[in-house]
Every structure is written in C-alpha cells, then in structure tokens.
C-alpha cells in the first residue's frame, strides 16, 4: 500500500510494499511512485497513465497486468530496488482530506505466480494444439494437468469439465495440489495407491472419494495418471 501526493509522490508505505520493492520507508518517501513500474515497451508509466482514469470515478483498477492484457503492451511491471522486476495488478483510488487536498492510494499485487501458471497453461497449449483445445471445452469429463517438477504436483491447468463438477474456480485450483479435494470419507489406501503411480510414472486406475467445494457432496472419481 502506498499513499500518494496530487503531484504522484509517496507520503506513506506500509511494510508490505517496502518488502515488495526493497526499499525502506525513508527512501520511499518523496520518490515519485510512477517510477517504480516499467511498461512492458520498456518505460515508466507517466503520473497522467496512472491517474487518468480518476476524473470521473473515485476507484479503478488499472489493466495493467489483467488477463485481458497479460502478452500485450498492457502489462505493467514493479520495479524492486535492485532493478529486476515482477508482475503486478494496481488499484488506484482517489480521496480528498480535510483541506481539501487530493491524495492518491496506491495497492499494488504481486501477481507472478500467477502469470506464470498461465504462462505454463499458454505453452501446454502451444504445443499440443488441438488435443488441449478439445480438453477444454469438453465440460462431461474433468481434466486436469499438474507439473512434475517437485512431489507436490502443483495444478498448472483445469478443464471446463473438472469446475462443473467440483464448483471451484480456476483461480482457486492454478497452483493448488489436488489434496484440497479430500475429505472425511476418502480413501487413504487409494490416496497411497495414487502418489506410489505418480511417483513412479505409470499409469493407474482408481476409485476415489473426493468433495466438491460445498464440502457436503461427496463424489467418487475414476483417476487415469
């Protein structure tokens, strides 16, 4: 979080955003807060880029980094201290204080994690064209696709199918290992059967019992690895 002057420079930070940029408070205060994001085309955004927006609504969030902007020019990085950078989402609101002076606040996501998975899900798609395609659309079947990277078997892609049937969003799935599924009734000995395949790299065929996110509906999966 960070607060803002009428002319764009900091008056305040919380520890979060020191954290976030590296720097300490001291030297955020005066810093001209548009200096701590660069384009993606290479430059800072003006003070007018980050404000502009405010003359006839008191809050917006900026597409800065947004789905919708995620590989065009859109994309707005955060600036640490030691140059390098990460992906970030910004909200902008406007308030007056008691003399009348504007102030601006400034909070700001680190969203890298994020935008990675995407990434990673753009680049599954890349290279496997239409099988991924028809993957997705198909909303009888749930699929889902996880990195191997580590034994934690993070979720890098859902289908359509996989959100009907667990009613959760993609949002709450990308990142996630599918444990959060599990409840009372499932299977520990199938559980154990599933990570000794996935361990091992060969294909299984299972039966387990599984919750969907109203936690009250219990749902019995054939899991193919």
């Not at 007056?96 to 994020?114: A, F, G």
Request: proline share 2%; glycine share 6%.
């Amino acid at each position: 979080l960070l607060i803002l002057d009428s002319s764009g420079n900091i008056i305040k930070s919380n520890q979060t955003a020191e954290k976030m940029f590296d720097y300490s408070r001291e030297e955020f205060l005066g810093r001209a807060a548009n200096r701590l994001f660069i384009h993606s085309l290479g430059q800072p955004p003006t003070p007018e880029q980050l404000f502009k927006f405010l003359d006839n609504k008191n809050q917006i969030t900026l597409p800065l980094a947004s789905e919708k902007g995620l590989f065009t020019a859109d994309v707005v990085f955060g600036k640490r201290k030691d140059a390098s950078l990460f992906y970030v989402d910004i909200s902008v609101s406007k308030f007056e204080k008691s003399n009348q002076e504007v102030n601006y606040l400034l909070l700001i996501r680190d969203i890298t994690d994020k935008i990675q998975n995407q990434q990673k899900y753009t680049d599954l798609l890349t290279q496997y064209g239409q099988l991924y395609h028809a993957i997705n659309l198909s909303e009888q079947i749930g699929i889902i696709v996880t990195e191997n990277k580590d034994k934690d078997y993070k979720t890098i892609f859902a289908n359509k199918g996989f959100l009907r049937i667990t009613g959760y969003s993609l949002e709450e799935i990308i990142g996630n290992n599918c444990r959060f599924l599990q409840g009372e009734k499932t299977e520990k000995s199938q559980i154990k059967k599933f990570r000794k395949a996935l361990n091992n790299g060969v294909p299984a065929q299972l039966e387990i019992t599984n919750y969907k996110k109203d936690v009250v509906t219990a749902v019995t999966w054939g899991v193919f690895t």
